[in-house]
C-alpha cells in the first residue's frame, strides 16, 4: 500500500517543565512506598510538580511561545489553537481561552479538547482535519497539564505516577511531503469508571462530603487499566501503520504515551519496534497525561533522534477510555 500524502506537517515544537522535581526518595516521607517499589512497577525516578500560582494556561503559553519563535510566527498568525488538557483551570472558559489571552492571539479560534492523555493526537487530529478543509493556514496544538492538582496525595497507587507540564507544536498544511501520514482515535465510555474522578462536575457538585472522601481526585484500578492500555495501544498501532501503508519496521522512532515502563515494552513489543527506536522519559517526568507524548516529541528533536524523513508513530491510552495513534513523516 502506497503512503498517503500528507495534508500538515509540524512545524516546530516547545516545552516547558517546571523547575520542582519530586523524587521517589521524597514520595517514601509522603506515603506507604518505596523507590524500588515504584521504580519496579512504573520505571519513574522521578516527576515535575508546578507551583501552585501557575496553572495550565500558563504552563501551556510557555511552551506555545517557544515553539512560536522557532516557527518564526507571531500571535496574530494563528488561525486556530487547540488545547488537550484534563487539569483545567477553571471549568469556564475553555484553557484555550485564557491561553489565547496570554499570548494574544487575538485572530485565533481557541477550544479545548477532553480526551486525557490521547489529548494530544486527538489534538493533531482536529488540527489537521480544519487546516485540510480550509479553515486556517496555522494551528497552534497545546498539551498542558497540572495533575498534581487532582492526584489523591495519600493514595500510594496513584500519587506517585503522575507529573506536570506542557508541549506544544506549530502545524500548517504540507508543502514538502512531510507530516501527518495517518492517524486513528476510538474510545470506549463503558469503561469509564476504571480511570476517573467521581465528582466535581454538574452532575455530583464539590460539597463537603465529596471533599471529604476525596471523590473530586482521580481514582484508578490500576490492574484493570494496564490490561486495556497495552490492548488498545496495541490495536491504534496497528491501525495508524495500517492506514500509512508501513510496518513497525519502517519506523524510525516510537513515542509512546509514557505512563509506565512496562506499558511502553508491551507495546513496542507488538508493534515489532526494538526499545532502541523507542524515546522513553517516564523515569524523569512520570505521567503528564496529554503532555507526555508533546514533551517527548520536542525532547526527541532537540536530541537528533529525528532526521528529515524519518517516520515517527506515536500511540496513546487514556481515561474515558480513549486511545490513538498517528503516524507522521520528519
Not at 506507604?32 to 522521578?46: C, F, L, P, Q, V
Not at 523507542?278 to 524523569?284: A, K, L, Q
Not at 517527548?296 to 532526521?307: P, Q, S, T, Y
Request: hydrophobic share 50%; with cysteine.
Amino acid at each position: 500500500m502506497k503512503a498517503p500524502k500528507p495534508l500538515v506537517e509540524i512545524v516546530s515544537t516547545g516545552r516547558w517543565l517546571p523547575e520542582r522535581v519530586l523524587t521517589n526518595a521524597e514520595l517514601e516521607r509522603m506515603v506507604d512506598t518505596s523507590d524500588a517499589w515504584i521504580t519496579e512497577r512504573t520505571g519513574i525516578k522521578e516527576r515535575r510538580i508546578a507551583p501552585p500560582e501557575i496553572g495550565a494556561a500558563e504552563m501551556g503559553a510557555q511552551a506555545a511561545k517557544i515553539a512560536m519563535c522557532r516557527a518564526g510566527i507571531h500571535a496574530g498568525e494563528i488561525d486556530v489553537i487547540v488545547v488537550a488538557t484534563a487539569t483545567p483551570d477553571r471549568l469556564l472558559p475553555a484553557t484555550a481561552c485564557d491561553l489565547q489571552a496570554l499570548l494574544g492571539a487575538t485572530n485565533a479560534a481557541a477550544f479545548d479538547v477532553s480526551a486525557a492523555c490521547t489529548g494530544f493526537i486527538y489534538a493533531l487530529t482536529v488540527a489537521e482535519g480544519l487546516l485540510a478543509a480550509g479553515r486556517g493556514e496555522i494551528a497552534l496544538v497545546i498539551s498542558t497539564e497540572k495533575m498534581s492538582g487532582i492526584v489523591d496525595w495519600t493514595d500510594r497507587a496513584t500519587c506517585v505516577l503522575f507529573g506536570d507540564g506542557a508541549g506544544a507544536a506549530v502545524v500548517r498544511k504540507s508543502t514538502n511531503n512531510r507530516g501527518i501520514l495517518s492517524s486513528f482515535i476510538r474510545s470506549d465510555g463503558t469503561l469509564a469508571e476504571l480511570l476517573w474522578r467521581p465528582a466535581g462536575g454538574v452532575k455530583v457538585p464539590v460539597d463537603y462530603a465529596v471533599l471529604d472522601e476525596k471523590a473530586h481526585l482521580i481514582k484508578m484500578a490500576g490492574r484493570e487499566v494496564f490490561k486495556a492500555a497495552v490492548r488498545s495501544m496495541a490495536e491504534a498501532a496497528d491501525q495508524a501503520l495500517l492506514r500509512a501503508g508501513l510496518t513497525g519496521e519502517d519506523i524510525d522512532l516510537l513515542i509512546p504515551h509514557q505512563a509506565n515502563m512496562r506499558i511502553i515494552e508491551a507495546t513496542a513489543r507488538y508493534a515489532n519496534i526494538p526499545m532502541e527506536k523507542v524515546y522513553v522519559n517516564v523515569e524523569r517526568y512520570g505521567n503528564m497525561s496529554s503532555a507526555t507524548i508533546a514533551v517527548a516529541l520536542d525532547e526527541a528533536i532537540e536530541e537528533g533522534r529525528l532526521k528529515p524523513g524519518s517516520k515517527v508513530l506515536m500511540v496513546a491510552f487514556g481515561a474515558g477510555f480513549t486511545w490513538g495513534s498517528l503516524v507522521l513523516r520528519w
